[in-house]
């Protein structure tokens, strides 16, 4: 079956990184994605990165994935309080395809 | 410029009143989605539509209908059937072969009077 999990909360100090998890099952999805969702507002697209690839930096985020684990990560280096939003893992088989999503992670970035 | 425009942004509705909530692209996009987001939970897909005259269930779709008569246009309705309609509503697209992953509308957020 298909199931995407994460913990529900996080919280940093203003500057440290932070470090979002998701496990999924299927391991025949090719697509990772994280989202970002900011109080009313839909979801943005942060990064996504192919099942063929290890790691996909992009400014101050870093994406990981272990395909034998099924765990993906994203790390936001030098964390902002603009960053605090609710961040969502999702995972595709095909591009423009149907996305399973987890269940979002609140992170909350104190000064 | 382009994008997806959810309406109204807030939605109240009565005891056996069927809703709609408007959802418009102008991306030229073939692939338009509906999501449910409920506190705590993920996006649920509720109706998707790979092209117009066309829709298929998502994973909740009882108490909800699509119709994509217009290539630009995916509207849903919540129909009394849905005992349990309160919750916040996304709508996405995406084009054929784009290299691009879902775009979102900003949502309408739909309550019980």
């Known amino acids: 079956g298909e199931d995407v999990e994460q913990s529900l909360f996080l919280s940093v100090r203003e500057g440290d990184s932070s470090v979002i998890n998701c496990t999924y099952t299927?391991?025949?999805?090719?697509?990772l994605y994280w989202y970002k969702q900011e109080p009313g507002a839909g979801l943005q697209l942060l990064t996504y990165?192919?099942?063929?690839?290890d790691m996909k930096q992009d400014q101050r985020l870093t994406v990981l994935l272990n395909k034998k684990d099924k765990h993906l990560s994203l790390r936001i280096a030098d964390t902002q309080t603009g960053d605090s939003a609710i961040y969502f893992c999702?995972?595709?088989?095909?591009?423009?395809?149907?996305?399973?999503f987890g269940q979002g992670t609140e992170l909350s970035v104190k000064p | 410029d382009g994008g997806i425009t959810q309406s109204p942004k807030y939605l109240f509705r009565k005891e056996g009143q069927n809703v709609t909530l408007s959802c418009e692209q102008n991306?030229?996009?073939?692939?338009m989605y509906w999501y449910r987001q409920d506190p705590g939970q993920g996006l649920r897909l509720i109706y998707y539509?790979?092209?117009?005259?066309?829709?298929q269930k998502g994973d909740i779709a009882e108490g909800y209908s699509v119709s994509r008569e217009k290539k630009e246009s995916f509207p849903l309705t919540v129909t009394s059937a849905q005992k349990n309609p309160t919750a916040f509503y996304l709508c996405?697209?995406?084009?054929?072969?784009?290299?691009?992953?879902?775009?979102f509308g900003d949502g309408t957020r739909l309550s019980i009077l």
């Open positions: 539509s790979q092209i117009v005259n066309d829709f």
């Open positions: 991306l030229n996009h073939d692939a």
């Open positions: 999702a995972e595709s088989k095909n591009q423009g395809g149907k996305l399973i």
């Open positions: 996405a697209s995406i084009g054929q072969g784009a290299t691009q992953p879902q775009h």
């Open positions: 990165i192919f099942s063929n690839m």
């Open positions: 299927d391991s025949s999805s090719t697509y």
